[in-house]
């Protein structure tokens, strides 16, 4: 009877394990910049248990998790990205130079299982890179 609860139990371990990112994640986990665009990364916080979409000026729409990331490489200018959700108002506009990196952190909260508000902050490369390293590529684009 251990032995089977062992067993058990050493399976359910094993069954939260993560897998290794995968081509995608590894390639914009080195945050280097492309030339004549600009390079946004928004992250979210690994603190908490909710989600939120984010809508971007050029149309794509994803969902932010808890640490994970999103890397958008798009036209220097001004660019906005917003809550795609009508009850929360996030927003942020930023003007964007060819060649830089940028990093705007994506903080939600909730409660009792639904998110009620989100924020978007543009935050510096000590701050956004280390969100990066340790977060997991997100999202399912629309």
């Known amino acids: 009877m251990w032995r089977a609860l062992l067993a058990a ?3 359910s371990i094993l069954g939260c394990a993560q897998t290794p990112p995968g081509p995608e994640e590894l390639a914009d986990k080195k945050i280097e ?4 665009k600009a390079v ?4 979210q916080n690994p603190l908490g248990d909710y989600s939120a979409g984010l809508a971007f000026d050029d149309g794509t729409q994803i969902t932010t998790w808890p640490g994970t990331f999103y890397r958008w ?19 942020i506009r930023l ?5 830089k990196i940028y990093f705007v952190q994506h903080y939600v909260t909730g409660i009792r299982g639904s998110t009620t508000d989100s ?18 590529l997100c999202c399912g684009t629309k």
Not at 40 to 43: K, M
Not at 95 to 99: C, K, P, V
């Open 73 to 91: 490489v798009t036209t220097p200018g001004t660019h906005t990205i917003r809550s795609s959700q009508a009850n929360l108002t996030a927003s």
């Open 95 to 99: 003007q964007t130079e060819a060649g």
């Open 33 to 36: 910049p492309v030339p004549g």
């Open 9 to 11: 139990a050493a399976l």
């Open 119 to 136: 924020r978007l902050e543009l935050v510096s490369d000590k701050t956004g890179r280390p969100l990066v390293a340790s977060g997991t």
């Open 40 to 43: 946004v990364y928004v992250v």
